[in-house]
Every structure is written in C-alpha cells, then in structure tokens.
C-alpha cells in the first residue's frame, strides 16, 4: 500500500466508527475461515476473492498497527451485541 492510501487509512482508524466498519468489512470476508466449497470451483475461486480483499485490508491495519486488530474486534463485538432496549 502506497504512502497516501497507509495514510488515510490511518486517519480513518481513529474513529471507533470506521474500525468497526473496517471490522465488518472483514468479518464478511470471511477472513479466517477457509473458503473451499467441495465440487464448485466457481464458489471457491468466489470465496477466495472475497478472502483477498479482506488480507488486504488487514494487512494494512497490521502495517499501522498490529494491535489495533484486537481493538477493532472489542469494539464491533461492543456494537453488534443488542442491547436490552433494543429488544
């Protein structure tokens, strides 16, 4: 990732919104499961995509700060828990 883009990047991860964003974003990559779908090579290829992209931007947050990850995580867990007024 160039200058600019680790830059921006770095901005945005100052909002609590925009890490969980960014966190979302990552849980729907399906980062860390693995995206191998017995007999559909369409589907794999298609998982493995989705995969990429979700590397891509954890590599980055790690390259700004290897940390911040766990934080995100807290923070997203935080927000898509319902609250009792919720309900």
Not at 13 to 19: G, H, I, V
Not at 43 to 69: C, K, V
């Amino acid at each position: 990732m160039n200058k600019k883009y680790k830059w921006l990047l770095k901005q945005a991860l100052q909002t609590r919104e925009a890490r969980i964003f960014l966190y979302h974003v990552l849980h729907a990559s399906r980062l860390f499961e693995h995206g191998f779908v017995p007999g559909d090579a369409q589907a794999t290829a298609f998982h493995a995509g989705q995969r990429s992209i979700g590397f891509f931007i954890y590599d980055a947050i790690m390259e700004i700060d290897p940390n911040l990850f766990t934080k995100m995580r807290a923070e997203y867990k935080e927000f898509s828990e319902p609250k009792k007024e919720d309900n």
